[in-house]
């Protein structure tokens, strides 16, 4: 009990915790592409960034497609075309992910045990953080104008508590 003085209080709302995965994604990304354009940065930093990244995106990242995909879709498909139109592109747009994604994964898994190959492995990095940047920043922004806003709208607190207990089990 002591533990959790001065931590916030674990958001209760499915779109909440969405959202917090999304500033999460945001952040990794922006420490990839700090990675990349790293110079002269000592070897323990870049393997614990590298690795940092890795994890993130070989294992929180796949949950939060999953969340979305399993948890979300399901309970708002069907209800709106336009709607059913969105729901399509980020099941599309979690495929397309998947290149720039083995690309960074490929890169940071070798700099987290190697990172004196930093200078033959930032371009990759660089790379691979500016296409999933590029993905992420319209794939984000409609779930966060369109997709999100219908869980609101759509779905009572009953449906909005089953979705968090399903995102809380996936990481349990």
Not at 155 to 171: F, H, M, N, S, Y
């Amino acid at each position: 009990m002591l533990a959790n003085l001065g931590k916030p209080a674990a958001p209760e709302d499915a779109v909440a915790l969405l959202l917090e995965c999304h500033g999460r994604i945001r952040s990794f990304l922006d420490l990839a592409r700090r990675l990349g354009a790293a110079q002269d940065v000592p070897a323990d930093v870049v393997a614990d960034a590298a690795g940092r990244v890795h994890r993130y995106f070989s294992l929180a990242l796949p949950l939060h497609a999953r969340d979305e995909e399993e948890s979300v879709l399901p309970r708002i498909a069907g209800r709106e075309p336009a709607l059913d139109r969105e729901l399509e592109a980020m099941r599309r747009e979690h495929a397309e992910h998947q290149e720039p994604l083995r690309r960074l994964l490929g890169a940071s898994v070798v700099l987290a045990s190697s990172p004196s190959r930093l200078p033959d492995l930032a371009p990759a990095v660089a790379e691979a953080a500016r296409d999933l940047s590029r993905h992420f920043e319209v794939h984000l922004a409609r779930e966060e104008s369109v997709i999100f806003p219908a869980v609101r709208r759509l779905l009572g607190p009953a449906a909005d508590a089953e979705i968090v207990a399903e995102l809380r089990a996936r990481r349990t």
